[in-house]
């Protein structure tokens, strides 16, 4: 069975960290890219970074370039969201999302995602 399982998530302050962690299983993560994405209410789900399986190339969206940091632990099958500087426009729910194309083409559309986690809701606070 396939699974993906974010945790991580809460209400921090507004300038705050938090460490997003997407935990896989049930299919081969080296195949597969690893992308996160978030939805806030009422808004569309947004793609906020991507790391790719060929050659580690990570890739983010401009909302969140030089904030959130994003990294793979193989040996783990996890993959990790590092979130710094966070403001109350980050709020929102955060998924995690495996696309059975390894290489790196950037933030993709989230069509291109196979398997997607549960979610994992981040406030930040002003």
């Known amino acids: 069975e396939v699974q993906l399982v974010e945790s991580g998530g809460g209400l921090v302050q507004a300038g705050g960290s938090l460490r997003l962690s997407c935990a896989a299983s049930?299919?081969?993560?080296?195949?597969?890219?690893i992308g996160w994405f978030r939805q806030a209410p009422g808004k569309e789900r947004e793609g906020v970074s991507c790391i790719s399986r060929t050659d580690g190339s990570t890739y983010y969206a401009g909302s969140v370039k030089g904030r959130f940091t994003i990294s793979s632990d193989n040996a783990k099958n996890t993959v990790y969201l590092q979130m710094n500087s966070l403001k109350p426009e980050d709020t929102a729910v955060y998924y995690c999302?495996?696309?059975?194309?390894?290489?790196?083409?950037?933030?993709?559309?989230?069509?291109?995602?196979?398997?997607w986690g549960q979610g994992t809701q981040v406030t930040v606070s002003s």
């Open positions: 999302a495996a696309s059975p194309d390894p290489r790196g083409v950037g933030v993709r559309p989230d069509y291109e995602y196979d398997y």
């Open positions: 049930g299919f081969t993560f080296d195949d597969y890219a």
